[in-house]
């Protein structure tokens, strides 16, 4: 028997295409829905693109049978209707003393349910707390994931270490052109493209890298960049991947402290020769729920206290040399000129994405729809690095499965434009990792 799921606001702002993953079941959209979204459809965020296009899509379906029986939906067995506001029940009354959107919309699952006797009604919604009080009155409810990980124990890693392998295998990668076939690793595993890999021999070591197009691994060395000196072989496989030319995507995922963004930021600048800009951008997600608009001045000074830790990293980057390097002069110079634009993930909507090398720093805040905006938007010779921190989500309705960073990891392994590093070991200060680790 076909379900009802009775959808929220926040599931249609987090995914405008959302009617489309529940395959032959039905859909009620209540109208207090519609009500708030009207609320949303002015702005250029991604959650008011969302409200456009998901208002745009119910229009071009909207016929007398949107509001009496349904209409069909991708040609199957399910229907989508909008369920108008209906007399507020005697337990929604008793249970909540001030009527929010929030309730109304609760009002209308729990008509929809008590129609069907409570049976194959589901209330979807991303709002925990909604669906706790959905709960109480009897309600069955779920979660919107339509994009999720499954495992995050088994989530890709982007390395591996290979122990006892043969001393002419490491001795090829110590001689020039630094590769050896990968089938002399008589290795049972096999490799993701772009994989990198610590191969061991007792003392002896060499970092490398799995390049599916040749089926060699390549030796991996390490490199300074804009004076920053990488302290680890993860660092050392950050570094290698956002200066390949061949790989375009690169995730940095890792706990605080570890250099994400620092390592982007000197990869960026040790490469600008080959790029038209830099962009920098992270997504604004303002922490105990104070918005940009309680903070005083115009829209720059709103805005700086979000941006302040790219700033920091490029100051730490300016550091590594005296006042007078012309590095120093030179990157306050690329700011100046634009040539390198730190801004909110949002601002860079209508900008084309060509030729740059493009940081999206604390990318675990974004949902997968909006990397997947970002990514499609890249043009000939961009370069884009996604940094963040998985288990770390500012986001009120993102998870560690379910964000957008995490989404990346897991689709795109194996890509041949694709590389990823998870960063473990905490560079930042001794104080640092073991607050990381204990607290």
């Known amino acids: 028997m076909n379900k009802y799921f009775v959808l929220d606001t926040n599931v249609i702002l987090h995914d405008s295409g959302c009617i489309h993953q529940f395959k032959d079941n039905n859909i009620k959209i209540p109208i207090t829905v519609i009500e708030e979204l009207d609320k949303f459809k002015k702005g250029n965020n991604v959650i008011n693109c969302n409200a456009r296009d998901f208002l745009r899509t119910l229009d071009a379906l909207s016929s007398d049978k949107i509001l009496n ?3 069909p939906i991708d040609n199957g067995n399910g229907k989508i209707s909008i369920h108008l506001e209906t007399p507020l029940s005697e337990k929604i009354k008793k249970n909540f003393s001030v009527i929010t959107p929030d309730v109304r919309i609760l009002n209308s699952a729990y008509n929809i349910a008590k129609e069907n006797d409570f049976k194959n009604v589901v209330f979807v919604t991303k709002d925990v707390n909604l669906r706790l009080r959905a709960r109480s009155i009897g309600l069955t409810t779920e979660n919107y ?3 999720y990980v499954e495992n995050l124990s088994d989530i890709y890693t982007g390395q591996r270490t290979i122990e006892n392998v043969r001393e002419d295998v490491l001795e090829d990668l110590f001689q020039k052109p630094y590769q050896t076939p990968v089938s002399n690793l ?7 493209t772009n994989e990198n890999l610590v191969l061991k021999n007792g003392s002896r070591s060499a970092l490398g890298f799995f390049d599916s197009g040749t089926q060699t ?7 300074v960049c804009s004076g920053i000196k990488p302290r680890n072989s993860e660092q050392i496989f950050a ?3 956002m200066l390949n030319p061949d790989i375009s995507l690169v995730t940095i995922s890792g706990k605080a402290g570890t250099g994400k963004t620092l390592l982007a930021l000197a990869a960026a600048l040790e490469h600008k020769r080959y790029y038209r800009q830099i962009f920098i951008a992270r997504p604004v997600v303002p922490l105990s729920n104070k918005d940009l608009g309680f903070l005083p001045g115009d829209v720059a000074s709103k805005l700086d206290p979000y941006m302040q830790p790219l700033y920091d990293n490029l100051s730490v980057i300016q550091n590594q040399f005296n006042e007078k390097n012309n590095h120093t002069k030179k990157i306050s110079e690329l700011i100046e000129e634009e040539k390198i634009v730190i801004t909110p993930i949002s601002y860079i909507r209508g900008r084309s994405i060509v030729k740059v090398f493009f940081i999206v720093d604390e990318a675990q805040n974004l949902t997968p729809h909006e990397v997947k905006t970002i990514i499609t938007r890249a043009g000939e010779g961009t370069k884009i690095v996604f940094t963040g921190d998985i288990y770390q989500i500012d986001h009120p309705y993102l998870d560690s499965q379910t964000n957008g960073l995490a989404f990346i990891i897991e689709k795109m392994k194996g890509q041949k434009v694709y590389a990823h590093i998870n960063l473990e070991k905490g560079e930042r200060s001794e104080l640092a990792e073991l607050a990381s680790k204990i607290l």
Not at 186 to 192: D, G, H, R
Not at 217 to 223: K, S
């Open 186 to 192: 008589e290795s049972e595993a096999s490799f993701y």
């Open 145 to 147: 994931n339509s994009k």
């Open 69 to 71: 029986g349904g209409v």
């Open 217 to 223: 691994i390549q030796r991996i060395l390490p490199t």
């Open 239 to 241: 570094l290698n991947a």
